[in-house]
Each structure stands twice: as structure tokens, then as C-alpha cells.
């Protein structure tokens, strides 16, 4: 059975910084690629960022390039999300999930997903 933990959400000022993890269990984690998308209150879930097998390849969404940095470790089946220079408009519910390509998981076809850690930037 295939299981997404987040963590390290939380309440900050805008301006703060945030780790996010995603331990995996129950797959091979390093034969799938790994992302990290949001859902605001009221809008629809949004991808954020995504990073394939390796590490090689990695995508974000235009509003997050230069603040964000998704990694993974292969060897901990985890994959993080650095937020830096929060602002209140990345107010969501973060949720990390599991594709075979970041192509695929970037057009809406996620395997798996995780159960979501709240993030709340204030201004």
C-alpha cells in the first residue's frame, strides 16, 4: 500500500521560509517522479513544482521560480519543498505526489497522492 506523509507546514509572516517533506513508503521511490501541488480555498488544485527519477529534471510553476526548490533523496524516499520569500498568495494545502514522468504528473496524471500539510503565510 502506497503511503504520503507530509509535514512541516505551519502558520508564518510573509517573508518567512518553510521546508516541506514527503516520506514515501510502499513503492520504489526512485522509479517514479515526485511533485508538489496546492489548493487554495476556493480554486482548484494547482501544481507547484516537480522533479523527475533522478533529479535531473525539475519544473515549477512560473509564481514560485526563484523562491521555491523542490529536492528528493532517493536513498530516504523523500522528497522536500523549500519556500522561501513566502507571500500570502501561497496560502494552501500542499500535497505531494507520484507519477512516472514529470511531463505526465504536470498534465494531471498523478498516481498517487498524499493527504496534504497547510500552509498559511500571513501578511
Known amino acids: 500500500q502506497v503511503q504520503l506523509v507530509e509535514s512541516g507546514g505551519g502558520l508564518v509572516q510573509a517573508g518567512d521560509s518553510l521546508r516541506l517533506s514527503c516520506a514515501a513508503s510502499?513503492?520504489?521511490?526512485?522509479?517514479?517522479?515526485m511533485a508538489w501541488f496546492r489548493q487554495a480555498p476556493g480554486k482548484e488544485r494547482e501544481f507547484v513544482a516537480a522533479?523527475?527519477?533522478?533529479?535531473?529534471?525539475?519544473n515549477y510553476v512560473d509564481s514560485v521560480k526563484g523562491r521555491f526548490t523542490i529536492s528528493r533523496d532517493n536513498a530516504k524516499n523523500t522528497v522536500s519543498l523549500q519556500m522561501n520569500s513566502l507571500k500570502p498568495e501561497d496560502t494552501a494545502v500542499y500535497s505531494c505526489?507520484?507519477?512516472?514522468?514529470?511531463?505526465?504528473?504536470?498534465?494531471?496524471?498523478?498516481?498517487?497522492w498524499g493527504q496534504g500539510t497547510q500552509v498559511t503565510v500571513s501578511s
Open positions: 522533479i523527475s527519477r533522478s533529479g535531473g529534471r525539475i
Open positions: 505526489a507520484v507519477g512516472w514522468t514529470t511531463a505526465e504528473i504536470i498534465n494531471g496524471d498523478v498516481r498517487y
Open positions: 510502499g513503492l520504489t521511490f526512485s522509479s517514479y517522479a
